[in-house]
Structures are given as structure tokens and as C-alpha cells.
């Protein structure tokens, strides 16, 4: 269970917990030639100006998938639980932090790089923008689950943190930040694959509340 904290952690404990967080992320990139989307275009077979696009909104399912187990899906009262990041075969097992996609907006174009502009809503996670070289419907199926996840290790919380007895602003001190997610688009058999894998997508969890209520999930990533 979560316990309250005995003291508040000081300035530079935070500063060390805060800055450790891209460490789990950089520590995947040494998979990332396993994942599919390092064949992702980078031209356009043609630029489009910004007269030529309406803002739109692309379809993406509205529900949130139900095709998790329920052994797959961890709280934060059972992190000792949460297993680690491995390959089997052809997938990666990927502990994550999810945040279901809820909307997808075309925003613009810009011609003289030809990058494509979305505004993206996510449960749980204030709206974002990014750039794609290529337009986000080229590479997903129609109707698609897209989640927006942050890679999850339990190093996140220090090297010798003790999982059993996390404390709720351990939780938030190490959440609470903007973070580097990854985006993931549902494909049959409950799996899944990297798309805009050369953008840096930057998110940021909406408030406490939010953060608390976060779930781990399992995703096998081809």
C-alpha cells in the first residue's frame, strides 16, 4: 500500500530522482533496431501546401481496449509485480505506462520541410502537438488504437528502491515530469507497433490526480 513519506525529499534529491528518468529511455534505444518503424519514410512524394488541408480530425478508436488480462495491468501497489522488459521471439515485452489516445487533429503542413502537423489528446496527459514527416493515417489501419506509453522500469524510483513500501510522492516526484513517450498502434493478436519512431514526443501527465490513478500495462511490441 501506498504509506505517506517520513520527510520531504530535499532539492537536490529531487533534482537526482528528476534527471535519472531518461536513463530507462535511453536504455531501450539499444532495441529499437528490432522494432519495425525503422523503415519509416522520410519524403513525400509531394508537399502539401496549407490551403490544401482542411484541419481534420482522423479517425481513432474511441474505447479504451479491453483485451488486457487482468495479471497484465499493474497499480502502483503492485509494482514488485511488474515484470521486466524482454525479447521473445520476434516481441518485445514491454512494461509501460499507458495513455489511450482519444483524439488525433491535422493541424497544418509545412511545405518547406514537409512536415505534418498534429494535435494529439491522450487520457491522463495534457494535449500535445507533433511533426511527422509522414501524414499519421499512412501509417496505421483505419479505425486504429493508438496509446501514447512511458516505458516503465523500477529503476525509474532509484536503484534501491524498495517496491513494496513506495511512497505516494515518490510517485509524484519521478511522474510528475514531462517524459519522452513512445507512440503505439494496436495491430491484430494484441500487438503492437512503434510509429513516428524519428520524433521526439514529449508529453506531460495532467495533474496529480491523474498520475495516481496511472496503470502498467503489458505490450508485446513486434
Not at 7 to 22: A, M
Not at 76 to 101: D, E, G, K, M, W
Not at 128 to 147: F, G, M, N, Y
Request: hydrophobic share 40%.
Amino acid at each position: 500500500m501506498l504509506r505517506s513519506p517520513a520527510s520531504q525529499p530535499s532539492t537536490k534529491e529531487q533534482y537526482v530522482v528528476i534527471n535519472r528518468q531518461p536513463t530507462s529511455f535511453k536504455a531501450l534505444r539499444e532495441l529499437r533496431g528490432s522494432l519495425a518503424t525503422s523503415h519509416l519514410p522520410h519524403s513525400l512524394g509531394r508537399s502539401l501546401l496549407p490551403s490544401s488541408i482542411a484541419r481534420r480530425i482522423l479517425p481513432v478508436h474511441q474505447r479504451t481496449p479491453a483485451s488486457y488480462a487482468s495479471s497484465e495491468v499493474y497499480d502502483f501497489h503492485s509494482l514488485a509485480r511488474v515484470p521486466l522488459p524482454r525479447f521473445s521471439n520476434r516481441l518485445l515485452t514491454l512494461p509501460c505506462i499507458a495513455y489511450h489516445v482519444t483524439s488525433v487533429q491535422l493541424k497544418g503542413a509545412d511545405p518547406s520541410t514537409s512536415s505534418h502537423i498534429y494535435n494529439i489528446v491522450a487520457s491522463s496527459l495534457m494535449p500535445l502537438e507533433i511533426a511527422l514527416s509522414t501524414k499519421l493515417e499512412d501509417l496505421t489501419r483505419p479505425q486504429a488504437v493508438l496509446h501514447l506509453v512511458r516505458p516503465w522500469h523500477s529503476k525509474l524510483l532509484g536503484p534501491s528502491a524498495d517496491l513494496d513500501a513506495v511512497t505516494e510522492q515518490e510517485i509524484l516526484s519521478v511522474l510528475g515530469t514531462p517524459f519522452n513517450a513512445l507512440l503505439l498502434t494496436q495491430l491484430p493478436h494484441n500487438e503492437h507497433k512503434r510509429i513516428a519512431s524519428s520524433t521526439l514526443i514529449t508529453a506531460q501527465p495532467r495533474n496529480r490526480a491523474s498520475i495516481l490513478k496511472s496503470k502498467i500495462r503489458i505490450f508485446n511490441v513486434v
